[in-house]
């Protein structure tokens, strides 16, 4: 096995889950090459106006292409489209020589589709920047190294999960008195089927790959549908991924892309064909409740949900409202797992400089967003710029419904991309009745400072938000450690993820691979983490072949 | 840890897939004690004309009580009866005394409750017997050491996929160049809420126990609902446990047995209240399809199905038939893994006693049917009693829809109970082409066989059946190493477990704990296999609690 090393380390990290990466998240010369960030940009500017033909599949019917790049820059990208009865023919033809090949096998392969995935990690950073809005450097790290890591995770899960079942023929022999009953047995994993993964307007990679790479390691071929906003960056990793399959002598059609139109889509009618057995979901609540109800489908669902930030008193409240301005404005606050709702108790929160008023509180994060927003040499780097016309609309339509607002979205300063759509964060205080106004994801850079009685109503409300909404993310400050006992014992039964005190450089936005579960599969946010052994196992079934001895 | 090595033991037999068995199935004086047999029996009789008053069980409301015994003996016990609420309040009270127990402390307590079963086993035997109209060496060995060894697998499982996350704190660092990020985690496995696991008619405790065990190791508190017509021997086993329990310092709600009646049944008042968060069932079609489609559910189901044998040809056809006679009489076909459906080809098969006519082969197959239900030393030991009067009318029905009557349904004699509900098998022979009406689950002691035009024929029909309808087994025989590998090759996407040339004293009936997955979950028999760790995952979520260092 050529990348034995590279599986074990993966399941070994995931065993400890102690800090680990397989893919260097720095876009760095050092790493991936003196030019490769230079070669990536030009090689961009080329691709970015021609029609995709780096795919290796068979029966395109058409092309499609709506990408538009939210900094201004022109794409003119025109994908290949194939029919429904073409995508579903093409992957029952690959199934048989990828189900014959061995799991180790398989996971070389795959793993190999990693690290050639290295040489084009700056050209899927300039795609996912082009069409999602991230800056530069999360486009990198989100759609490149951190995208591979959880590829990685899903395949080394799956390796194990596979292997736990006895792969040759074993004796049973069973004593019953004077004679014995004996058979051999042997066990079968059986892929369930086609698997679809639809995939998101804001992380085109890095939401998309787990479900890709759980589905082909359990030997399930799979169709990715992307969103059509967001098309060119999973376009680049599945025609890599197709280049390596056909050089080992596999098949193509095993990971097919799936483009459609706004006009024309097609996700129902994947979704819906009898021959797709298995259903990986980014999107919307919406959508992904019709996902989970459809039947006979397995599904691993991330809709949306409302995350919340809990605050009792601060240990260091410079540093925890710098991290929490941070959060906020990351990607404009478009991350699944960004903050929105702030509970802060009327009477204020003591902190390591004294006790601070409720609009002490406020005022210093405000200012703390709003500097960051503006310092030049951050702005954009942290806040990118907004995906969609419609979130962009969002901000206004919000910050015109009459609430107290905080602080104003003020368009980000961007040399680089003059016409980039941006905007600052919309803060807007509420109070804790008004549970109506602020129990709805409001996706983007829209967060609510929400005025409670006490951390006790606080701590009610934020897990009331989980049990009606889902989250993906709930963060915690309090510097009493009795106070932090009895929230993490509160909220632990609603099942999500829970951070507290973070003050450093690492955010609730993310969350690392190998070591922290992204979701939990247990709240209204979704079905599914990434990469639990559940993510894996419901993807295949074990048959057990018994024969007289 | 009091039972580390029972633990281990299971845990590595699963692994390694070969004979293994906890608790011995002979149901032996030497085992089990030399007056264990005689003691239970009289205990029965005075236990199976009274108010069963052993659970430990707050808050009843009532009594219902309406089992009859299959051979004729009147029962009349009465058990208590809890409303929902009441079952739900005492599930939620219990829920935190068991979710502070260390995984290591579950699984010793829930080992002790099988250890301490033991002593009950002919109990519950007597039991089964005189519930399910189960022989007394199937009620034994069902109902006892094979159930036990079926809960033992489920723990055995459970602990092993909760022992995957770390335990203490983990402190993760990564540097970052100048600084390094500091945090430290918690993994928090948290309990999906409370299960509720509804039982059957004819397999009260080995249908019940694998789900009861497998929610209670994943720290789910559960709610039994038995058949009305087979309480006691799961009652026997759940004041056994509550006892346990109490013992052990656990609130003994942690397992509840909710007991209702044929006029005022409960299951749907359960299986819809929001607390319950787990369904396993084990029943019809109808029923498991409207139990896997309650929202906001996960279930686990084992549903009715139709079980095939295709016969090619026979390296040993005395004993092939001799296993395939024994398979139909075994407890009167009333197994879920029974087959039902006998194809074969209209020009007969080869054998090791030379070619026999299509004709020659039913005939033979007719006659050890025949002379195994007459054998007065093994029919009714083999046979049993049939457990409903719907089963018996079944069979009345069925010989009388004019189909082509090969054996004629005979009591069994049996002269310990006169007046035993018994009959012999019903077979029938119908045309391949007649699907409609072999493709329907006749449960009971009714058996097809139908002619076909070749064996692909055959094989194309069995795998049409376990697409349309579902089945737990499917059973070949064939001398011809290639014909073995092309069917088995046809019939693994449809996962059904296959067994090739039964001919010994193993029958397709059977599966054995901590080597044979009883279902696949893959088909319309049902979506849970045991112990697959699918089985188990299922029943909680991972939550990762990070914080500053």
Not at 32 to 47: I, P
Not at 69 to 83: A, D, E, H, L, R
Not at 220 to 234: G, M, Q, R, S
Not at 251 to 275: G, R, V
Request: proline share 6%; hydrophobic share 40%; glycine share 6%.
């Amino acid at each position: 096995m050529k990348h034995k090393t590279i599986l074990e380390n993966a399941i070994k990290a995931m065993r400890e889950r102690t800090y680990y990466a397989q893919y260097p998240e720095a876009p760095s010369g050092k790493i991936y090459g003196e030019t490769a960030n230079e070669d990536a940009k030009k090689r961009f500017e080329t691709l970015s106006q021609s029609n995709f033909t780096q795919l290796l599949q068979q029966g395109a019917a058409g092309t499609v292409g709506e990408e538009s790049s939210p900094y201004g820059v022109p794409i003119k990208v025109q994908y290949p489209t194939f029919s429904v009865d073409t995508l579903i023919q093409n992957a029952q033809n690959a199934q048989k020589s990828w189900a014959n090949t061995s799991y180790a096998q398989r996971a070389d392969i795959l793993i190999e589709t990693l690290e050639q995935m290295k040489s084009l990690f700056f050209d899927i950073a300039y795609a996912t920047m082009h069409t999602t809005g991230q800056a530069f450097m999360m486009s990198f790290q989100a759609s490149g190294p951190h995208a591979a890591d959880r590829a990685l995770e899903a395949i080394a899960v799956g390796y194990e999960e596979l292997s736990r079942y006895p792969v040759t023929t074993v004796r049973w022999d069973k004593p019953l008195g004077k004679v014995n009953a004996v058979l051999d047995k042997r066990f079968y994993v059986v892929p369930r089927g086609i698997g679809l993964v639809i995939g998101c307007s804001t992380f085109p990679v890095w939401n998309t790959v787990p479900g890709v790479y759980a589905n082909l390691i359990t030997g399930n071929p799979t169709i990715v549908k992307p969103h059509p906003k967001a098309i060119l960056p999973i376009a680049i990793w599945i025609a890599k991924m197709q280049e390596v399959f056909k050089n080992a002598g596999i098949d193509p059609h095993i990971i097919q892309l799936a483009p459609d139109s706004t006009q024309n889509p097609i996700t129902k009618l994947l979704a819906e064909h009898p021959a797709i057995k298995l259903i990986d979901f980014t999107g919307s609540s919406h959508f992904g409740n019709y996902i989970e109800n459809l039947p006979n489908k397995i599904t691993f669902t991330e809709k949306s949900g409302v995350n919340s930030v809990i605050i009792e008193s601060f240990a260091d409240v410079e540093n925890a409202l710098d991290n929490l301005a941070f959060s906020v404005s990351l990607y404009s606050g478009q991350m699944c797992t960004a903050p929105q709702n702030f509970f802060i108790p009327k009477n204020g929160v003591d902190t390591n400089i004294g006790h601070l008023s409720f609009d002490e509180v406020v005022q210093k994060f405000a200012d703390k967003v709003k500097g960051l927003a503006q310092n030049p040499k951050m702005g954009a780097g942290v806040l990118g710029a907004i995906q969609s016309e419609d979130t962009y609309q969002r901000i206004q339509n919000t910050k015109n419904q009459g609430y107290k607002v905080i602080l104003e979205p003020q368009p980000i300063q961007n040399p680089e991309f003059p016409n980039a759509r941006t905007s600052s964060p919309l803060l807007i205080q509420v109070n804790a009745t008004e549970y109506e106004k602020y129990a709805q994801e409001l996706f983007g850079p829209i967060a609510f400072i929400i005025q409670t009685e006490n951390v006790e109503q606080s701590v009610e409300l934020a897990k009331k938000l989980v049990e009606d909404k889902g989250g993906l993310t709930l963060s915690v400050y309090t510097a009493k450690p009795d106070v932090k006992e009895n929230i993490l014992h509160s909220l632990l039964p609603v099942s999500i993820a829970i951070a507290f005190n973070l003050s450093g450089p690492t955010w609730v936005n993310q969350s690392a691979g190998f070591s922290d579960f992204h979701g939990t599969g247990g709240n209204k946010a979704g079905n599914a983490a990434y990469t639990t052994p559940e993510f894996i196992v419901k993807r295949f079934t074990v048959v057990g072949v018994r024969e007289q001895a």
